[in-house]
């Protein structure tokens, strides 16, 4: 078992529509992080939540992270097809000798045209 | 300009041929740390150091090693490996450890072993 459950693992939509993906935890973070992730490449960041209840925006892209900071959702308005990626979300856990990131399992999502 | 570099991108091995995977950063970042990235599991991490002789085990370290001896270099050796090291494997910097340490990933080395 995952400490960050991501959902769906696959989304395949139509150019046009909105997607929520969603990043849930039992464990609460200090931070969460969402990456992208192109094929052929390392994963490059989208954005940080650090504070519980705060929200996000880059264009289309809202990002919640929950009051708890156990969970977290990223939304796409009128996906286009250059949103088709990796989405991964990332946690914050302070460990012993530093801080680590967990990540979630990912969503896959394509955009068709 | 800023950036993670690996070496090699792909690699085909046999079992139990020791390699290593080179990765190289130009940030002066403190925080190194190496990933598997495998179907479904998301990325997984290996070892992480904090600084050049300071390194620690990250969720997954068995049957691989690291060191940390130049800031701007963090190898993973893997002794023997074995078909279950199959993998993508990113290297990736930042900053610190801290609450917004944004990770710099490198371009990723796929592993194949036989």
């Known amino acids: 078992t995952q400490l960050l459950e991501q959902s769906p693992q696959f989304l395949s939509i139509q150019e046009g529509e909105n997607l929520t993906v969603y990043c849930n935890s039992s464990?609460?973070?200090?931070?969460l992080q969402w990456y992208r992730q192109e094929p052929g490449e390392g994963p490059v960041l989208l954005v940080t939540?650090?504070?519980?209840?705060e929200v996000k925006k880059l264009k289309r892209l809202t990002f919640q992270f929950g009051d708890a900071r156990k969970d977290s959702s990223l939304h796409i308005t009128a996906a286009q097809p250059g949103d088709t990626g990796l989405y991964l979300c990332?946690?914050?856990?302070?460990?012993?000798?530093?801080?680590?990131?967990?990540f979630g399992g990912g969503t896959r999502l394509m955009v068709k045209p | 300009e800023a950036q993670v570099t690996q070496n090699p991108r792909y690699l085909i091995t046999v079992t139990g041929k020791k390699l290593t995977v080179t990765c190289s950063q130009n940030?002066?970042?403190?925080?190194m740390s190496w990933y598997r990235q495998d179907p479904g599991l998301g990325l997984r991490q290996i070892y992480y150091?904090?600084?050049?002789?300071?390194?620690d085990k990250g969720d997954v370290p068995e049957g691989y090693k690291v060191s940390r001896k130049e800031k701007r270099n963090f190898p993973l050796i893997l002794e023997s490996p074995s078909p279950n090291q199959t993998s993508l494997y990113f290297c990736?910097?930042?900053?610190?450890?801290?609450?917004?340490?944004?990770?710099?990933f490198g371009p990723g080395t796929r592993l194949t072993v036989l």
């Open positions: 939540v650090v504070t519980g209840g």
């Open positions: 990332a946690g914050d856990l302070v460990r012993n000798a530093g801080n680590m990131l967990t």
């Open positions: 150091s904090m600084n050049v002789e300071v390194t």
């Open positions: 990736a910097s930042s900053w610190t450890g801290g609450p917004y340490n944004e990770q710099f």
């Open positions: 464990s609460v973070f200090s931070s």
């Open positions: 940030m002066n970042h403190e925080y």
